[in-house]
């Protein structure tokens, strides 16, 4: 037995995935790793900032939309990253958090 028939799968996963994609997963996993400072990034990361308290309202009011829409789960992380991004960058007034969420959305 191999290395590779003794590594664990994902729950689920029967096939190997390598071979479905027609790519290695683990050079994916750290071209991703590599690639997720763009979007979240700890040295950018404000604990103070305004909007940190009430992230949570607005990413499950965007999860609610996503599912009444039927966007697809990704569109919805995806949408959330850009959200996160834009209030790492600019400080954005209450009132319009909402408004921003739709625009990520």
């Known amino acids: 037995m191999n290395t590779e028939e003794t590594m664990a799968r994902p729950f689920g996963v029967s096939e ?24 979240v990034s700890p040295s950018t990361y ?6 940190i308290p009430y992230r949570r309202y607005l990413v499950d009011w965007m999860s609610d939309v996503g599912e009444q829409c039927q966007l697809h789960t990704t ?23 909402q408004l921003l969420a739709t625009a990520c959305l």
């Open 16 to 39: 190997k995935v390598d071979e479905q994609l027609g790519m290695c997963t683990e050079d994916l996993f750290h071209d991703m790793c590599e690639r997720q400072s763009d979007y």
């Open 46 to 51: 404000s604990p103070q900032a305004s909007y």
């Open 75 to 97: 569109t919805v992380h995806v949408s959330v990253l850009f959200l996160d991004k834009i209030f790492r960058t600019r400080e954005i007034p209450r009132s319009h958090w």
